[in-house]
T-cell receptor, first 113, second 112 residues
Framework: DAGVIQSPRHEVTEMGQEVTLRCKPISGHDYLFWYRQTMMRGLELLIYFNNNVPIDDSGMPEDRFSAKMPNASFSTLKIQPSEPRDSAVYFC???????????FGEGSWLTVV | GDSVTQMEGPVTLSEEAFLTINCTYTATGYPSLFWYVQYPGEGLQLLLKATKADDKGSNKGFEATYRKETTSFHLEKGSVQVSDSAVYFCALTPNTGNQFYFGTGTSLTVIP
């Protein structure tokens, strides 16, 4: 079975540009999570969805960040405008309600110059 | 609130040495406990888990026992290999609620 699929794997962009990160969760999973990982702050939960509905977005750093889940098989995390301090690895993860293991994608490595 | 505290690194060991990475947790009720591993340039992968007190999770020679009396879930391996070099994360999910709580990660380097 395919795991959580993220794209792009690597992105380098200039400050001020819009960045869109994409995620396809594991089929049948009804929870989707977006995390950010940096050396300074470790792994931070940004937002999570249940059945495509955002449940907790308290970790979203500021209004420049937005996330959507238009259907059960696709989610996006958008940063507009991007800033150098947004440089990080962004992970998408999913889980199924009845099980309790969370599965991560390979991550999107973002560099804002 | 629920949280996980794990031993700070980095940890450097020689090949075939014994490994312990400490993890303690704070949670109400009976959470499920996990160890995840992150190899360089990759995402986090489930290493092992335990869902109730006294359960032992094991995988790839790693073990951890869910100790409710000490609220701990320490990771151990009897003989580490160079290929075990990675960052290890302890995590919990409450028996009610849907979030995962991760520790800060412990970097392990195994030298030949």
């Amino acid at each position: 079975d395919a795991g959580v699929i993220q794209s792009p794997r690597h992105e380098v962009t200039e400050m001020g540009q819009e960045v869109t990160l994409r995620c396809k969760p594991i089929s049948g999973h009804d929870y989707l999570f977006w995390y950010r990982q940096t050396m300074m702050r470790g792994l931070e939960l940004l937002i999570y969805f249940n059945n495509n509905v955002p449940i907790d977005d308290s970790g979203m750093p500021e209004d420049r960040f937005s996330a959507k889940m238009p259907n059960a098989s696709f989610s996006t995390l958008k940063i507009q405008p991007s800033e150098p301090r947004d440089s990080a690895v962004y992970f998408c993860a999913s889980r199924f309600t009845a099980g309790n293991t969370i599965y991560f994608g390979e991550g999107s490595w973002l560099t804002v110059v | 609130g629920d949280s996980v505290t794990q031993m700070e690194g980095p940890v450097t060991l020689s090949e075939e040495a014994f490994l312990t990475i400490n993890c303690t947790y704070t949670a109400t009720g009976y959470p499920s406990l996990f160890w995840y591993v992150q190899y360089p340039g990759e995402g986090l992968q489930l290493l092992l888990k335990a869902t109730k007190a006294d359960d032992k999770g094991s995988n790839k020679g790693f073990e951890a026992t869910y100790r409710k009396e000490t609220t701990s879930f320490h990771l151990e391996k009897g003989s580490v290999q160079v290929s075990d070099s990675a960052v290890y994360f302890c995590a919990l999910t409450p028996n009610t609620g849907n979030q995962f709580y991760f520790g800060t990660g412990t970097s392990l380097t195994v030298i030949p």
